[in-house]
């Protein structure tokens, strides 16, 4: 499938944790920055309740918040993406008021003149902060006026979506510009080397570059319009 | 964080003896646990600034581990599993316990102004 990334005009990418940008979009997201589109990631939170603190660890409960924004801002350098940080809370989202996070959503997709956004598909995200992320954005775009509205293209991960949404409509190899998505995901020092150690383990063969492209190679999108 | 040192932390436990202080308490096994595991089951609490007095407060090991128990007024805050300190710079008590990959499973912390929320 030929995605022509250059008709867009800008791209918001929507997700609540520092990292889901470069599990899930860092390859797309590159593609329409060497097109010449501006993409801005709107990140829900800091990620300041993960468990994960760096393998060996080396961040706590107080001090992640701030390692994590900074990993987020160099991971967002690493794919020349805009970001724009909403301090939400992690794991609170679905505590908040749907409409308030909606309405500030929907007035900064329409001040970005978005003709995309990308995010996470409700209720197939697994985690409580992606849902209620998705569902947030879906409610923004719902909101708009149907001429203005932008496209959507959303992330499904949990692991009976395939059956209920078949499959993704938009597959996105990310091979080409897989360096600098590695890049974004290894700016997430405290998040990614467990993860990197676990799947390595059998592997030992690989590289660092090919180990991560087997996991992260493909990026995959589920195409949503709402009437 | 370092591993826990028990007259460490006791004294620091006993510096605030009928003050009040914040608490942060945790446990989680992560939002990911069902998904990677069918039988597995995501479970966890936090509360984050709760203030209390403790009258009494107390940490005692068992094979490796600690548990911390806080005594008050009309009640007890307990946390299990912890392994790990830390008295840091705006002087809070950060214990927790991670798993062999340090992935926090559990937290308790005291601080006599409230955490940032
Ligand atoms: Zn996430």
């Given at each position: 499938m030929e995605i022509d990334y250059s008709k867009h005009k800008h791209v918001v990418v929507i997700y609540p944790h520092p990292d889901d940008e470069s599990f899930g979009t860092a390859g797309t997201v590159v593609k329409f920055r060497e097109a010449g589109v501006p993409v801005t990631y709107l990140c829900g939170?800091?990620?300041?309740?993960?468990?994960?603190?760096?393998?060996p660890f080396f961040a706590n409960r107080e001090t992640l918040p701030e390692i994590r924004k900074q990993e987020l801002i160099n991971a967002c350098k690493e794919i020349d993406m805009d970001l724009q940080m909403l301090s939400y809370r992690d794991k609170t989202m679905e505590f908040e008021d749907e409409q308030v996070v909606a309405d500030d959503l929907r007035k900064r997709i329409e001040e970005l003149d978005a003709s995309l956004v990308i995010t996470f598909y409700p209720p197939y995200a697994v985690h409580p902060d992606h849902n209620a992320m998705g569902r947030a954005a879906f409610r923004a775009i719902r909101d708009m006026d149907p001429d203005k509205r932008p496209e959507v293209w959303a992330n499904a991960i949990s692991n009976d979506h395939q059956e209920i949404l078949?499959?993704?409509?938009i597959v996105i190899d990310t091979k080409d510009v897989f360096q600098k998505k590695l890049n974004a995901l290894k700016a997430h020092k405290s998040q990614i080397d467990g993860m990197l150690q676990k799947v390595r383990q059998g592997n030992e063969e690989l590289s660092e570059f090919d180990l991560a492209l087997r996991y992260f190679q493909y990026e995959t999108y589920h195409t949503v319009t709402f009437d | 964080m370092k591993s826990i040192e028990l007259n460490k932390v006791q004294d620091y436990l006993d510096q605030w003896t009928n003050k009040p202080v914040y608490v942060h308490v945790e446990t989680t096994n992560g939002a990911y646990a069902k998904h990677f595991d069918a039988n597995a089951y995501n479970v966890g609490a936090y509360v984050r600034n709760a203030q209390i007095t403790y009258t009494q407060g107390k940490i005692v090991e068992q094979e490796g581990a600690y548990r911390v128990g806080l005594k008050h007024e009309i009640g007890w805050i307990y946390a299990e599993g912890l392994t790990d300190f830390e008295f840091n710079e705006n002087n809070q008590l950060l214990m927790a316990g991670h798993d062999?990959?340090?992935?926090?499973m559990v937290a308790m912390q005291l601080s006599e102004t409230p955490f940032n929320y």
């Open positions: 939170t800091l990620g300041e309740m993960g468990r994960n603190m760096g393998s078949g499959s993704p409509d | 062999a990959d340090g992935r926090l």
